[in-house]
């Protein structure tokens, strides 16, 4: 007789620098949630990019799968017979992964319920998801932070040709829309020129 579905918890659309961020409620040396704003989460819906593979075969048949997102780095694991399930999966693939939060040795993992391979579009498609449920409004001093990496970042990849404007939205835990604000600024001020739409150089 089949098991009951665990009341299927909510999988939070999440970010993984937010997992990270989380504070582990345990219970008998258990993850029981993670505490994340005030609610707990017990399964969550990522998307982030295959950076790291490992498997281990034999006796005691092990994967692990290390994704970035952009906003931090993080695990999914699996044992057995499930090992079989990242044989396609590799290096570069951006997936879709629905799974309950698990923790070992201080290290909180997902262990997968569903992988799909995705575009790599839907990494900001999830991270704007993400912030239309977050509070808007920042101070003047956060701002110029922002303002001063943004064109940290568009300086260190000067020696690439430019940055992409994408990359700088991904690779960082700020909204989206402020971003884009911070960007329009240093156009106007002429600290930095698009060589072609979507992309950035700095004009030193």
Known sequence: ????????????????????????????EKLKSLEVNGRPVVRA????????????????????????????QLKIKVFGDDVDRFNELNQGDTLMIIGLLRSWNNEVYITPEIIKKKDPSFLLVRKLEVESEQPKGREASELLALKDK?????KEAEQNGGIDIEKIIL?????????????KKLLE???VYEPRPGKLRYLG
């Open 1 to 28: 007789m089949a098991e009951p579905a665990l009341k299927r918890n909510i999988a939070y659309k999440m970010r993984l620098g937010t997992i990270l961020s989380g504070k582990p409620i345990m219970e008998a």
């Open 45 to 72: 819906n990522v998307i982030a990019n295959v950076i790291d593979k490992f498997i281990q075969e034999g006796e005691r048949k092990f994967g692990s799968v290390t994704l970035d997102d952009g906003s931090g």
């Open 150 to 154: 943004i064109m940290g970042m568009v």
């Open 171 to 183: 690779d960082s835990n700020e909204p989206a829309e402020l971003i884009n604000n911070e960007i």
């Open 189 to 191: 001020d002429g600290a």
